[in-house]
T-cell receptor, first 112, second 110 residues
């Protein structure tokens, strides 16, 4: 099992550019999440999904969009990148119930 | 409001025991997670407590008191590889929106 796979691992964007962070899981988990982690700020939920075709906003959704066309994939789209979006982004999945999240290895994004 | 408190930093000696505390004030409670995160890596799941009491998993144990809004993670026989950040997160009623603490950075010294 690969678990949760995120790509790319690193990316530098210019202000105003767009990009998609990819996330795929092979554990057949219904629940998937996107977090950002900034130094001293803890993990902040951007978007989440409870199953294919269903997404919802988390704490900090502005500037981001998601889709969930399949159980496996949960891409995060950044439109018009801003320096405030410089962060480490983690995708996670969970089967539901009292189970831990499985996190991907993260994407380090810098917007300059 | 929703709040989780953890000490920012702790240091301990290899071979010793360390207790990392987490206190929470949330509008609801369905369980508490502990995760380990090494520098530059993703968090990894350690434990999930729903009921009061101590749960042991090898060198790591986690305790919960719901009436006190309190949990701790106990690490025994510390090893250098235990140097990491330890995150406490509460499932406050919606498993899809956990409330995360800022983490406790543990340094294990030889």
């Amino acid at each position: 099992n690969a678990g949760v796979t995120q790509t790319p691992k690193f990316r530098i964007l210019k202000i105003g550019q767009s990009m998609t962070l990819q996330c795929a899981q092979d554990m057949n988990h219904n629940y998937m999440y996107w977090y950002r982690q900034d130094p001293g700020m803890g993990l902040k939920l951007i978007y989440y999904s409870v199953g294919a075709g269903i997404t919802d906003k988390g704490e900090v959704p502005n500037g981001y969009n998601v889709s969930r066309s399949t159980t496996e994939d949960f891409p995060l789209r950044l439109e018009l990148a801003a320096p405030s979006q410089t962060s480490v982004y983690f995708c996670a999945s969970q089967p539901g119930g009292a189970r831990g999240y499985t996190f991907g290895s993260g994407t380090r994004l810098t917007v300059v | 409001g929703q709040n989780i408190d953890q000490p920012t930093e702790m240091t301990a000696t290899e071979g010793a025991i360390v207790q990392i505390n987490c206190t929470y004030q949330t509008s609801g409670f369905n369980g508490l997670f502990w995760y380990q995160q090494h520098a530059g890596e993703a968090p990894t799941f350690l434990s999930y407590n729903v009921l009061d009491g101590l749960e042991e998993k090898g060198r790591f144990s986690s305790f919960l008191s719901r009436s006190k809004g309190y949990s701790y993670l106990l690490l025994k026989e510390l090893q250098m590889k235990d140097s990491a950040s330890y995150l406490c997160a509460v499932n406050a009623g919606n498993n899809r929106k956990l409330i995360w603490g800022l983490g406790t950075s543990l340094a294990v010294n030889p």
